[in-house]
């Protein structure tokens, strides 16, 4: 494991975190480029400048631990946006997680004991091949293995376990989201998609539909969680 890390922006380099040697526990210094950002006191707020195209400020704040206090091992995202124009917006928060190739997305399904009605919703895309060979459906989840073709493949699942998980060289990434079962979301109202193609697997959360007022605001929550594969 390496000990340096860097949170770049299109490219720069605007957080380093490096180790502090010679201390008790694990302990690491930020050093941030842009005097707009900050430093809190177990994580750091990255804000990027007004959008004048969009109206819309954004920022990320990251926090090291969960919400509750009980699992220090972890990482809580923060995504905001916020109205800096005139007139109301109506939007999704919809971060993406950009994975290295060669590992296997994992994608679980909620039960549904019983019933008539239908179980799940499923967007497609003109490119997407229910029967590529990089997917797998079972009744409790989706699998989708990396393979370097040149073909792309995108699917958005409607209100699933709220988390998925990404396992590469005995490494696996945990993504956990909030998901509102009845509120509305983009895409035929799915609230997380993926994305495959040669160079990346794409997991992404999205927020409910929200109406957004002028000087108001939008956020959307993650916890990261990297452990060592089973």
Same mark, same amino acid.
């Given at each position: 494991w390496?000990?340096?890390?860097?949170?770049?922006?299109?490219?720069?380099?605007?957080?380093?975190?490096?180790?502090?040697?010679?201390?008790?526990g694990?302990?690491?210094?930020?050093?941030?480029?842009?005097?707009?950002?900050?430093?809190?006191?177990?994580?750091?707020?990255i804000?990027?400048?007004e959008?004048?195209?969009?109206?819309?400020?954004?920022?990320?704040?990251?926090?090291f631990?969960?919400?509750?206090?009980?699992?220090?091992?972890?990482?809580?995202?923060?995504?905001?946006?916020?109205?800096?124009?005139?007139?109301?917006?109506?939007?999704?928060?919809?971060?993406i997680?950009?994975?290295?190739?060669?590992?296997?997305?994992h994608?679980?399904?909620?039960?549904?004991?019983?019933g008539?009605?239908?179980?799940h919703?499923?967007?497609?895309?003109?490119y997407?091949?229910?029967?590529?060979?990089?997917?797998?459906?079972?009744?409790?989840?989706?699998t989708?293995?990396?393979?370097?073709?040149?073909?792309k493949?995108?699917?958005?699942?409607?209100h699933?376990?709220?988390?998925?998980?990404?396992?590469?060289?005995?490494? @696996?990434? !945990? *993504?956990?989201?909030?998901?509102? +079962?009845? #509120? /509305?979301?983009?895409?035929?109202?799915?609230s997380?998609?993926?994305?495959?193609?040669?160079?990346?697997?794409?997991?992404e959360?999205?927020?409910?539909? @929200?109406? !957004? *007022?002028?000087g108001?605001?939008v +956020?959307? #929550? /993650?916890?990261?969680?990297?452990?060592?594969?089973?």
């Amino acid at each position: 494991w390496e000990h340096e890390f860097q949170i770049t922006q299109r490219g720069e380099p605007i957080v380093t975190i490096s180790k502090e040697w010679m201390t008790w526990g694990d302990s690491y210094e930020l050093d941030i480029a842009n005097p707009a950002d900050e430093i809190l006191e177990n994580g750091i707020r990255i804000e990027q400048k007004e959008d004048p195209w969009l109206h819309v400020k954004k920022s990320i704040t990251l926090t090291f631990g969960s919400d509750n206090g009980e699992d220090k091992h972890c990482l809580t995202v923060l995504h905001r946006i916020v109205n800096t124009g005139t007139e109301k917006f109506r939007m999704s928060v919809w971060p993406i997680t950009s994975n290295a190739p060669g590992g296997i997305e994992h994608i679980p399904l909620k039960r549904y004991d019983g019933g008539a009605s239908h179980r799940h919703r499923f967007s497609t895309w003109f490119y997407t091949n229910l029967g590529d060979a990089r997917a797998k459906y079972t009744q409790d989840e989706i699998t989708l293995t990396y393979m370097p073709v040149e073909e792309k493949y995108k699917l958005g699942v409607g209100h699933p376990l709220g988390r998925a998980w990404y396992e590469k060289d005995g490494v @696996t990434f !945990v *993504l956990n989201f909030p998901v509102e +079962e009845d #509120k /509305e979301y983009p895409d035929g109202n799915v609230s997380y998609e993926t994305y495959l193609s040669k160079y990346t697997v794409e997991m992404e959360s999205l927020s409910p539909l @929200t109406e !957004v *007022l002028p000087g108001e605001s939008v +956020e959307h #929550k /993650e916890v990261w969680e990297l452990r060592k594969s089973e």
